[in-house]
């Protein structure tokens, strides 16, 4: 983990672009080697984070040592949010590619929330969104068809036009999104490319047969 240069250019979409000067003086960015991890699971919860560039992936540790992917966050989503109520993370963040990340001092931001209740309520609204996407997936990963599953998240995800899902990530990031084996997936992908549902081109997977869901 190394610092970024201060020059850098942010994110361009950030769910906390409304922060004070005050609080962005404050934070800092650094980056991330593939499979470098930001924090790990029982590390002591100080900061928030945001991803600029890049993914990390979000990885929980079973009984048996197992692990387990619970989110992949991309570009200008937000990293252990709970860590601002919280002694330790509860899991890992590991970089999927190279990344880099904006640190939020917990105590800064706690301070700023407290001090101003407009900052707090756009916070609030933006776990809002978060929660009603959690939510989704919980929904999507309860639909025992791995056909409908992947049906189900390409239908949401599909520009309206051109009926294409642009991938952020890798066919294993998906897979773990949406709660299946990448084995499942692949045999899944090309049993819908065989049906016609669905083309694999470059740019993504086209949606061919309109379909409700």
Same mark, same amino acid.
């Given at each position: 983990?190394?610092?970024? =240069? ?18 962005? *003086? +404050? ?5 991330? &080697? ?8 029982? !590390? ?10 890049? +993914?990390? +992936?979000?990885?929980? *540790?079973?009984? =048996? ?5 619970? *989110?992949? #966050? ?7 949010? @709970?860590?601002?109520?919280? &002694?330790?993370? *509860?899991? !890992? #963040? ?25 900052? #707090?309520?756009?916070?609030? #609204?933006?776990? @809002?969104?978060?929660?009603?996407? %959690?939510?989704?997936? %919980? ?19 599909? =520009?309206? $036009? ?10 294993? $990031?998906?897979?773990? &999104?949406?709660? %299946?084996?990448?084995? @499942? ?29």
């Amino acid at each position: 983990m190394r610092a970024a =240069d201060a020059n850098s250019r942010p994110a361009a979409l950030s769910h906390l672009q409304w922060l004070p000067d005050s609080i962005r *003086h +404050r934070s800092r960015s650094v980056v991330l &080697e593939p499979g470098e991890a930001l924090f790990r699971q029982g !590390d002591p919860a100080s900061a928030l984070f945001e991803v600029e560039l890049g +993914r990390l +992936r979000l990885i929980r *540790h079973t009984i =048996d040592n197992r692990p387990v992917t619970l *989110h992949t #966050a991309q570009a200008g989503g937000l990293v252990a949010e @709970a860590a601002l109520f919280a &002694e330790r993370y *509860h899991c !890992d #963040a590991v970089a999927a590619v190279a990344s880099r990340v904006r640190i939020y001092p917990k105590r800064a931001l706690l301070a700023a929330f407290r001090n101003d209740a407009a900052q #707090a309520e756009r916070f609030m #609204a933006v776990l @809002a969104q978060q929660i009603h996407g %959690l939510r989704s997936r %919980l929904e999507e990963r309860n639909i025992r068809s791995a056909r409908e599953r992947v049906l189900n998240r390409l239908v949401l995800a599909a =520009d309206a $036009d051109t009926r294409t899902v642009r991938l952020d990530g890798t066919l294993m $990031d998906l897979a773990a &999104e949406i709660g %299946l084996s990448h084995e @499942a997936l692949y045999r899944t992908l090309a049993a819908l490319e065989k049906d016609g549902a669905i083309a694999r081109t470059r740019a993504g997977i086209v949606l061919r047969k309109t379909r409700k869901i």
